[in-house]
Every structure is written in structure tokens, then in C-alpha cells.
């Protein structure tokens, strides 16, 4: 008996409600099989081979489809290879037998596979690991789920993600004798008492008349010990 196959196409079987169960990795494949020249009508048997190549190439993966209805010579049937495609391009070798009859006749040529089962590659976006060719700027606040940007996330020394144990919103306040401003990003930390101090170990480099110890207004300097006043000038 010989078989022919005239036309097949292969279109992927999805569900637009928002409740359906996840898309998986089956696809549907329709063609149109014909015996000795006539459109044929009964039950077959399909041995659906991958490929790498129109011709040559290695085998990939193979799935027996037994028992498929031809009608008229149309015949639709699901197939699963798994979750093996990711943009490459592979061809479909096609056998076909009688219903559990004989052996497998190889049809020609192979079947070059549309984009529609690579579509199915798209579903992993979801979950994707990595997004290399990400526009600059095409990501923004609203498109990142809340809680999913942790420190784990962030390559060191890019921001800082803790400050002396202290994280997110950290305020800082000026204490004594400080002054805290501001001029676009960037933070001044200035003594308000005057631009220097007198250190515990000595000075050097003063000048007399203007560096000097004790008040500029009318108050008498105190010199004190143990809180309690030693010296009043």
C-alpha cells in the first residue's frame, strides 16, 4: 500500500480564560492522508520522529500515535514532545501503518515546523532566569511585583543595602554642635561652633588673637570637675 501525505499544518491548541489550567507542551497536528492515490478513510497508526534537519540530522525524539480516525482523508491528532523546543528550527519525519497492521511506511519529504510549537518556548518568560537584552528603561516600578528585589538580588558595592546594621528608610539627624544640608544629592555634615577645635593632645599652627579659648559675648568662661564648677573667669 502506498501512502502519501498532502497537506499538514501544525497549530497549538490554547485556552484564553483566565482560569484555564497552565498551557502545556502538546500541540495539535492536522493532515491529510492519502492510499493509492485516494483520500483515506479508517484508523492508522502515526510514528511522529524530530529531527535537526530536513534530510539528515540526528533523531531527536519519536511518540507512537496509534488508533488516529481519518476521515476523507483528514486526520487531527495531539502531540507531545516535551518541553524540547526553544527557537530552534526541527523538522517532522512521518511513518504511518494500517491499524496495528504491517510495518511503518516512512513518508517524504520531512515536515519543516512552523513557529506556532516554538511559541510554546514563550510560556518560560514567566519564570525567566535571566533577561539580557532588557531596553534600557523599559522596566519601571509598576511592572515589579512587590518583595521580589531583596539585598540577595543585588551585586555587591552597587547600592547600599545596610548601614551599621540600619536598613530601608534611614534617617539621619544632626546632634550637637552639627549641622546637617543638602544641595541636590549631596549631604553636608558641618560643626556648627566654628570651623575647628581644640584637640586633647595640643594644637599647632595657631595664631595668636585668633586662635584662642573662651567666649565671644559677655559670659565668663567655666572650668569644671566632675560636673561642678573648679574655675570661673
Do not use: H
Not at 185 to 201: C, K, N, P
Amino acid at each position: 500500500m502506498k501512502f502519501k501525505l498532502f497537506l499538514t499544518c501544525a497549530v497549538c491548541s490554547v485556552c484564553a480564560t483566565g482560569f484555564a489550567d497552565p498551557l502545556g507542551t502538546a500541540f495539535t497536528y492536522q493532515g491529510q492522508l492519502a492510499t493509492n492515490g485516494v483520500a483515506a478513510n479508517g484508523t492508522y497508526d502515526f510514528l511522529f520522529k524530530l529531527y535537526t534537519n530536513s534530510a539528515t540530522g540526528s533523531q531527536l525524539i519519536f511518540v507512537t500515535v496509534p488508533n488516529v480516525a481519518v476521515s476523507n482523508g483528514i486526520f487531527t491528532t495531539a502531540l507531545d514532545f516535551g518541553a524540547i523546543f526553544n527557537g530552534t528550527a526541527y523538522w517532522l519525519g512521518i511513518s504511518v501503518r494500517s491499524n496495528n497492521s504491517g510495518s511503518y511506511v516512512a513518508l517524504a519529504p520531512r515536515q519543516a515546523l512552523a513557529a506556532t510549537p516554538n511559541a510554546l518556548y514563550a510560556t518560560t518568560s514567566g519564570t525567566a532566569a535571566t533577561a539580557s537584552n532588557v531596553v534600557n528603561g523599559s522596566v519601571t516600578a509598576a511592572g515589579i511585583a512587590p518583595a521580589t528585589i531583596t539585598a540577595a538580588n543585588i551585586a555587591s558595592v552597587q547600592v547600599v543595602t545596610s548601614l551599621n546594621g540600619l536598613k530601608d528608610a534611614v534617617a539621619i539627624s544632626a546632634g550637637n554642635n552639627v549641622t546637617l544640608s543638602t544641595n541636590g544629592q549631596t549631604l553636608t555634615i558641618a560643626a556648627s561652633g566654628g570651623t575647628s577645635g581644640w584637640s586633647l593632645f595640643g594644637n599647632f599652627g595657631t595664631t595668636p588673637g585668633v586662635n584662642f579659648l573662651g567666649t565671644t559675648d559677655n559670659q565668663p568662661v567655666e572650668f569644671r570637675v566632675n560636673g561642678g564648677r573648679a574655675l570661673r573667669l
